[in-house]
């Protein structure tokens, strides 16, 4: 079925450092959903992308969408412990009637 | 936006028992989802949430495990059947107030099976 890879599974960086978070994906993407999920918390919506070639920024983040509506991806620059959390990539399946997440990447951060 | 709220929180269930969460939106939404998140995992599709008829279950989740229903616009319920130490997991509803549009998800409820 529909799949949206996502890499690096995990990410530890020191604070102040950046990070960036891949999402790819074997057929065209009608859009790409980011969000973030805090330890103990639920999924929080933070983007999403649908034009080719878009790039969005917020504050610290910055997301792009591929030239190929493919893949995406989410950096982060000078990261913070408030940016700890899990990073998910989200697509709208084929049939447009639900979202397929990516395994997302856990992100933890040392001050 | 949508404010969601599930319940229960979490609980602690037997095997072989059955467990109904609740999912209550502020507002009139056509779509709404049901999610399963397993430790450390992502988020798994276990069904849409159809207002006026049956769910619609994703691959490797059947209404016989995971009943749901579905009276109004605003609320929405899941049934974790016959339950087994393997059906341990956070259970997410969502909803979407626009079709492919972004989802805005509940709390989650935390289930443990013993």
């Known amino acids: 079925g529909q799949q949206v890879m996502q890499i690096p599974q995990y990410q530890h960086v020191q604070e102040g450092e950046d990070f960036t978070t891949y999402c790819n994906s074997s057929t065209t993407l009608s859009n790409i959903q980011w969000y973030k999920q805090r330890p103990g918390g639920h999924p929080v919506f933070l983007i999403q992308?649908?034009?080719?070639?878009e790039v969005k920024k917020q504050k610290r983040l910055t997301f792009q969408f591929g030239e190929a509506k493919k893949n995406s991806s989410l950096h982060i620059t000078a990261t913070q412990t408030t940016d700890v959390g899990t990073y998910f990539c989200a697509a709208v399946n084929q049939a447009g009637t639900a979202l397929i997440f990516g395994k997302g990447t856990t992100l933890s951060v040392s001050s | 936006s949508a404010v969601i709220s599930q319940k229960p929180s979490r609980d602690i269930c037997q095997r072989g028992t059955s467990l109904t969460i609740q999912c209550q939106v502020d507002?009139?939404?056509?779509?709404m989802f049901w999610y399963r998140q397993q430790p450390g995992q992502s988020l798994t599709l276990i069904a849409t949430a159809n207002q006026g008829s049956e769910a619609t279950y994703e691959s490797g989740f059947v209404i016989d495990k995971f009943p749901i229903s579905r009276p109004n616009l605003t609320f929405s319920t899941l049934t974790v059947s016959n339950m087994s130490p393997e059906d341990s997991s956070i259970y997410l509803c969502?909803?979407?107030?626009?079709?492919?549009?972004?989802?805005?998800f509940g709390p989650g409820t935390r289930l443990t099976v013993l």
């Open positions: 992308l649908v034009k080719s070639g």
């Open positions: 507002s009139q939404v056509t779509m």
């Open positions: 969502s909803v979407e107030l626009g079709r492919g549009d972004t989802q805005y």
